[in-house]
């Protein structure tokens, strides 16, 4: 049974900086496109980054040039590093894992950004 399980999250103030961890469990191998999704309350769940199984990498528009997505492969970890964090970017973060034409999601992670 694939279990992902994301930590990392917590609450800075404007202009600080997160990182975010996610491992999946109960894959078998480990080079499988891995990314994360956010969600704040009232809105819906939007694309954060992701990355493929060649390491290609694709950003949603509020995380171009603050944010960077990497992994492990051998630990089948992904991270996220959030820099420059901002009010807007108060969500839940969610990882997923694409594997065989199925999505797998992460219970979340909240991220929450105030002075």
């Known amino acids: 049974q694939v279990q992902l399980v994301e930590s990392g999250g917590g609450w800075v103030q404007p202009g600080g900086s997160l990182r975010l961890s996610c491992v999946a469990s109960g894959v078998y191998f480990s080079n499988y496109e891995m990314g994360w999704y956010r969600q704040a309350p009232g809105k819906q769940r939007e694309l954060v980054a992701t990355i493929s199984r060649g390491n290609k990498t694709n950003y949603g528009d509020s995380a171009k040039g603050r944010f960077a997505i990497s992994r492990e492969i051998t630990k089948t970890t992904v991270y996220l590093d959030m820099n420059s964090l901002q009010p807007a970017d108060t969500a839940v973060y969610y990882c997923?894992?694409?594997?065989?034409?199925?999505?797998?999601w992460g219970q979340g992670t909240q991220v929450t950004i105030s002075s």
């Open positions: 997923l894992l694409h594997m065989f034409n199925t999505d797998y």
